[in-house]
């Protein structure tokens, strides 16, 4: 076990403009997602671009704790986004057709 927390103490936390970049974004997304759910009709086509906006935010969070290397401190979390990937496309796909119907 010891082996493990001196792999671990060895990545380093990284902070640049980069990643206050890539935080900015995800607390905007997630800001965003939460505004267009309270505002939006149940039944509106707005509404999957909320889950659309949401799916993106919580898969560009985990490449965030990756990129930083704050990964380290919540591994149970690592690749844990790795099936919502696969729906970005779709909920957009959704969208637009709902929207243009």
């Not at 906006?53 to 401190?73: A, E, H, I, R």
Request: proline share 2%; charged share 15%; glycine share 4%.
């Amino acid at each position: 076990m010891d082996d493990v927390k001196v792999i671990f103490d060895q990545i380093p936390i990284r902070h640049d403009l980069s990643s206050h970049i890539m935080l900015l974004g995800i607390v905007q997304g997630f800001f965003l997602a939460f505004v267009i759910f309270l505002r939006a009709k149940r039944k509106s086509a707005i509404n999957l671009f909320g889950w659309s906006l949401l799916v993106q935010c919580l898969v560009f969070l985990d490449v965030y704790l990756c990129y930083t290397g704050l990964m380290k401190y919540m591994i149970h979390f690592n690749d844990s986004t790795e099936f919502l990937v696969l729906l970005i496309t779709p909920t957009l796909y959704f969208f637009l057709y709902t929207l243009l119907e």
